[in-house]
């Protein structure tokens, strides 16, 4: 019988820039990417089932410290094809932390809350996992979306933004 796993278990320093990963921390498990902030490496949390989690946000790698991460090395983003999840024709000063924004150029992009209140809000490049500032305006904002991953022919859903407690339990869906 053929068993897939979604992952493998790596050190932080072997996941890439633009990779997905879990982890669980104090029985709480997370889904972040590995990104560059600041010319450095950096976690962006994109889900988290912790109780007070409200959106995407940054957090320092050393918050990782004696947790196994398990690399999620096909997931991607899907976007809400609902018209009250899509926002189109939006400027650069509109976006806001969870937003996932699709440029002129087709480029994808996460609005994440920095690892200070005076950072702000920071915007990462999904494919590189590169911070990313905003050029242009005619900007397609997503308020909604989900990671995926691939596992034999079916697509399960790992986590979903905006995410609520009851559907926090949900967590593995088949799609």
Known sequence: MKVELPGE????????????????????????????WLSSASVAVLWSASDDWTVPHLIAPTELVGSILHSLPSAVFVASSDAKDVRADRTRHEYAPGFLIKTPTGQSLIAVKGLQRDHGISVIDVATGKASGIESDNLTFFTSWRIVTKVLDKYETVCSFPSYNENKRSVGQTT
């Open 9 to 36: 278990s790596k050190p932080f320093a072997d996941i890439e820039e633009g990779e997905c990963f879990a982890f669980t921390r104090k029985q709480v498990t997370s889904v972040c990417m590995k990104v560059e």
